[in-house]
């Protein structure tokens, strides 16, 4: 399986280039905040433990993250492979991972983390605040999930760097011109 994890800040457009990613690689597409959204709208109790979390910008705790993402890659047996989108957030989500796809015989190929200021996030997401209604979109709560990227998701990178996993591309720019590159990056596994 040809597995990678797309990082990035919320709004770094993870959500739009997975869609490219998965048209080119024939990969399933792994987003935990789609799985909670999904929980959310069908009122599970999952969703309902994880609906004031989201709601207030915190992070969901890893037993349940971890339990759904495995969840879902069991249902998934014949893949090519899965982006995982938003997941993991924390080293521990990272070493979890990692031992959950080695008991399936696989591993993360590479992440690539999209680069994207902090300037361009804000617009980007009051943007798609405006067209989509989103409720973690709402200026309060996108300040947390910033800050909860900034000050503690970011330190997950080193973790892939230190196993020689890590690449980086800019997020700022067209859209096609940001596949070119991610594309660039996952045709060297």
Not at 12 to 24: C, N, P, Y
């Amino acid at each position: 399986m040809l597995n990678f994890v797309l990082f990035g800040p919320p709004g770094a457009g993870k959500g739009t280039q997975s869609e490219k990613l998965i048209e080119k690689y024939q990969l399933i597409h792994i987003s935990t905040g789609d799985l909670f959204r999904a929980h959310i709208k069908n009122q599970s109790a999952l969703g309902q433990r994880v609906s004031a979390l989201i709601a207030d910008g915190q992070l969901v705790p890893d037993e349940i993250t971890i339990a759904m993402l495995e969840e879902e890659v069991d249902k998934n047996p014949q893949a090519k492979g899965f982006i995982f989108d938003g997941f993991p957030r924390t080293v521990p989500q990272a070493q979890a991972l990692d031992e959950f796809l080695m008991s399936k015989g696989s591993t993360i190929a590479g992440v690539i983390a999209l680069d994207v200021d902090q300037d361009e996030l804000t617009k980007r997401i009051a943007q798609r605040q405006l067209e989509t209604g989103r409720v973690d979109d709402q200026a309060d709560k996108l300040k947390k999930r910033i800050e909860e990227y900034f000050n503690k998701t970011v330190h997950v990178l080193p973790y892939y760097e230190a196993q020689g996993k890590l690449s980086k591309v800019n997020g700022i720019g067209k859209i096609d011109d940001i596949f070119a590159d991610l594309s660039a990056v996952v045709d060297q596994y």
